[in-house]
């Protein structure tokens, strides 16, 4: 039989640090590893499991790498896949190591728990944790300085032992322009001509994770801030913009959004984006603030865009209020990008075809660019809903339960683009696949 060269992409990075390995060949039975030192059975047993090749894994350690050098070796492979999150979780026989990419995770490793101790040793000290502490969970954090992350650790003791999870930022997290984040152009002209006027708001809602403040840094990135005064107050500030004035909640001083919204009208804003809108006080002052010359946007975690304006009439806000204040309100999903490198033409299924009106989408099949998952980053899926008169009237005439159903009637016969006519335009363009927008609608 023929030998095939496996990609080493498939092989942990800590095995192949671990052996130095340089080519693995496959021939269909037997696997033939080139490396600096000889691989033990064991080891070569652990390689087939991560190559899908045999069921069951064996958890060794004759030749060990220091707690530091493991660590390097989970963050060299989160950085160059792109991951947010590296998960050490402890099974019956060891722990398995799973990294996030772009919303999913994939198994990368298992290692055993000599391994993960030394190294949970490490993850403590530099996060100014309790090394002697393994019954209650800990949170700590620290710098990547050479590659500039911060990584912020959560440690929770769990049935098997320990579970870790870190979460990687990087130190500059740099706002997306408006126009990379997948909207049509008809999109982009709506929003365009919303932030043209001196007051109003933008709405933005979703599940959490959604993007819902990396699309309102973007829109404020449209904005001309040498003209105008731009203020943020946010919960946590997770994208530094050096052209605004950015303010971080801190309830424990009694910093709310509500406070810091009143304190910061007084500071002659032009625009205001508030994380989030919670509670009763914090949207009554938004709904002000934008029928005072002041342009808001801000988010509302509700799942469709009629729930904002049912989310604030449960909050006791008066319809004059919420017909008066809100312009354009954005839904936003999260959803992955087809990878440039091996998408290729597919027939759709039966079942989307109708609901798409397409018969072909381009969809990736999986290569080294993508971590073999067909995917590479992420874009939003938007339904873009301006607030027409009629649907003003309709929230104006809002009186009690009764008449409700019209109001929302009316109001979602004026959403422009819906999350459907926007997928259409991604599926048209080969951005993204009917398989990942599916879960969404
Ligand atoms: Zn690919």
Same mark, same amino acid.
């Given at each position: 039989?023929?030998?095939?060269?496996?990609?080493?992409?498939?092989?942990?990075? $800590?095995?192949?640090?671990?052996?130095? !390995?340089?080519?693995?060949?496959?021939?269909?039975?037997?696997?033939?590893?080139?490396?600096?030192?000889?691989?033990?059975?064991?080891?070569?047993?652990?390689?087939?499991?991560?190559?899908?090749?045999?069921?069951?894994?064996?958890?060794?350690?004759?030749?060990? #790498?220091?707690?530091?050098?493991?660590?390097?070796?989970?963050?060299?492979?989160?950085? #160059?896949?792109?991951?947010?999150?590296?998960?050490?979780?402890?099974?019956?026989?060891?722990? $398995?190591?799973?990294? $996030?990419?772009?919303?999913?995770?994939?198994?990368?490793?298992?290692?055993?728990?000599?391994?993960?101790?030394?190294?949970? $040793?490490?993850?403590?000290?530099?996060?100014?944790?309790?090394?002697?502490?393994?019954?209650?969970?800990?949170?700590?954090?620290?710098?990547?300085?050479?590659?500039?992350?911060?990584?912020?650790?959560?440690?929770?003791?769990? *049935?098997?032992?320990?579970?870790?999870?870190?979460?990687?930022?990087?130190?500059?997290?740099?706002?997306?322009?408006?126009?990379?984040?997948?909207?049509?152009?008809?999109?982009?002209?709506? !929003?365009?001509?919303?932030?043209?006027?001196?007051?109003?708001? !933008?709405?933005?809602?979703?599940?959490?994770?959604?993007?819902?403040?990396?699309?309102?840094?973007?829109?404020?990135?449209?904005?001309?801030?040498?003209?105008?005064?731009?203020?943020?107050?946010?919960?946590?500030?997770?994208?530094?913009?050096?052209?605004?004035?950015?303010?971080?909640?801190?309830?424990?001083?009694?910093?709310?959004?509500?406070?810091?919204?009143?304190?910061?009208?007084?500071?002659?804003?032009?625009?205001?984006?508030?994380?989030?809108?919670?509670?009763?006080?914090?949207?009554?002052?938004?709904?002000?603030?934008? *029928?005072?010359?002041?342009?808001?946007?801000?988010?509302?975690?509700?799942?469709?865009?009629?729930?904002?304006? *049912?989310?604030?009439?449960?909050?006791?806000?008066?319809?004059?209020?919420?017909?008066?204040?809100?312009?354009?309100?954005?839904?936003?999903?999260?959803?992955?990008?087809?990878?440039?490198?091996?998408?290729?033409?597919?027939?759709? /299924?039966?079942?989307?075809?109708?609901?798409?009106?397409?018969?072909?989408?381009?969809?990736?099949?999986?290569?080294?660019?993508?971590?073999?998952?067909?995917?590479?980053?992420? !874009?939003?899926?938007?339904?873009?809903?301006?607030?027409?008169?009629?649907? /003003?009237?309709?929230?104006?005439?809002?009186?009690?339960?009764?008449?409700?159903?019209?109001?929302?009637?009316?109001?979602?016969?004026?959403?422009?683009?819906?999350?459907?006519?926007?997928?259409?335009?991604?599926? /048209?363009?080969?951005?993204?696949?009917?398989?990942?927008?599916?879960?969404?609608?």
């Amino acid at each position: 039989m023929e030998l095939q060269l496996i990609s080493l992409n498939l092989v942990s990075n $800590r095995l192949r640090k671990k052996y130095k !390995i340089k080519n693995i060949n496959w021939d269909g039975k037997e696997l033939y590893i080139e490396s600096d030192y000889s691989v033990p059975t064991e080891a070569v047993s652990e390689i087939k499991t991560q190559l899908g090749l045999e069921m069951s894994y064996n958890v060794f350690s004759d030749k060990h #790498l220091e707690g530091n050098e493991v660590l390097e070796c989970f963050f060299e492979d989160a950085f #160059l896949k792109r991951a947010t999150d590296i998960h050490f979780e402890p099974v019956d026989m060891g722990v $398995r190591v799973r990294i $996030r990419i772009d919303g999913y995770l994939h198994t990368v490793d298992t290692i055993c728990l000599e391994e993960y101790d030394r190294m949970i $040793r490490v993850i403590k000290i530099q996060g100014n944790m309790d090394i002697s502490e393994n019954r209650l969970p800990q949170e700590g954090g620290f710098r990547h300085e050479s590659r500039g992350y911060d990584i912020r650790v959560s440690i929770i003791p769990s *049935l098997y032992g320990e579970k870790t999870v870190l979460r990687i930022l990087p130190v500059e997290n740099k706002f997306k322009n408006l126009d990379k984040l997948g909207m049509s152009k008809q999109q982009l002209d709506i !929003i365009e001509k919303a932030l043209q006027k001196r007051s109003g708001s !933008i709405i933005v809602n979703g599940p959490t994770g959604s993007g819902k403040s990396t699309t309102l840094h973007a829109i404020l990135n449209e904005v001309n801030k040498s003209v105008q005064s731009v203020l943020s107050i946010e919960d946590p500030i997770e994208i530094i913009d050096h052209d605004i004035t950015q303010f971080q909640v801190n309830e424990a001083l009694g910093l709310t959004y509500a406070e810091y919204l009143k304190r910061v009208l007084r500071q002659d804003p032009d625009i205001i984006y508030l994380g989030e809108i919670r509670d009763t006080e914090t949207a009554r002052l938004a709904c002000e603030a934008s *029928l005072t010359g002041h342009y808001l946007l801000s988010t509302i975690h509700t799942k469709t865009t009629s729930d904002v304006i *049912l989310r604030m009439l449960e909050m006791g806000i008066e319809p004059f209020l919420i017909s008066g204040s809100i312009d354009l309100i954005i839904n936003q999903r999260l959803i992955r990008r087809n990878c440039p490198m091996c998408s290729k033409k597919v027939s759709v /299924k039966k079942e989307y075809q109708q609901l798409f009106g397409i018969t072909e989408e381009v969809k990736g099949s999986g290569c080294k660019h993508c971590n073999n998952t067909g995917y590479y980053g992420r !874009i939003g899926l938007f339904e873009i809903n301006e607030v027409t008169e009629k649907t /003003k009237a309709s929230i104006f005439s809002f009186q009690n339960n009764h008449n409700i159903e019209n109001c929302l009637s009316d109001f979602n016969e004026g959403i422009g683009i819906s999350l459907v006519d926007h997928a259409k335009y991604l599926l /048209k363009n080969g951005m993204t696949n009917c398989q990942e927008i599916l879960p969404c609608l």
